[in-house]
Nanobody, 121 residues
Framework: QVQLVESGGGLVQPGGSLRLSCAAS????????LGWYRQAPGKERELVAD???????EYASSVKGRFTISRDNAKNTVYLQMNSLKPEDTALYYC???????????????WGQGTQVTVSS
């Protein structure tokens, strides 16, 4: 099994910054794409940013230029640096990873429990 643990959420004023971290642990032999999603009350979960194992990155248009995703393969960790935060960024942020736990596995999707980000004055 694979566990994803997010950290770094909190309350921040508009224009402020936060850095989210997500560490994967368990019987992992390889990790593929890592990503961040978010879900605001009454809305569907949406992609924020994704980085695959080759380093290719995708951002939601609403966060381009403000958020930066990065990964540390040695630590099985993905980060999301969020700058110039807006009230509309308020949501529960989830980490998602594709991983394999044996050489015979297909890629399996795993989710973290989420970390709350609230942008408010």
């Amino acid at each position: 099994q694979v566990q994803l643990v997010e950290s770094g959420g909190g309350l921040v004023q508009p224009g402020g910054s936060l850095r989210l971290s997500c560490a994967a642990s368990g019987s992992i032999i390889s990790i593929g794409a890592l990503g961040w999603y978010r879900q605001a009350p009454g809305k569907e979960r949406e992609l924020v940013a994704d980085v695959n194992s080759a380093g290719s990155i995708e951002y939601a248009s609403s966060v381009k230029g403000r958020f930066t995703i990065s990964r540390d393969n040695a630590k099985n960790t993905v980060y999301l640096q969020m700058n110039s935060l807006k009230p509309e960024d308020t949501a529960l942020y989830y980490c998602r990873a594709y991983a394999r736990t044996t050489q015979f596995d297909l890629w399996t999707q795993y989710w973290g429990q989420g970390t709350q980000v609230t942008v408010s004055s």
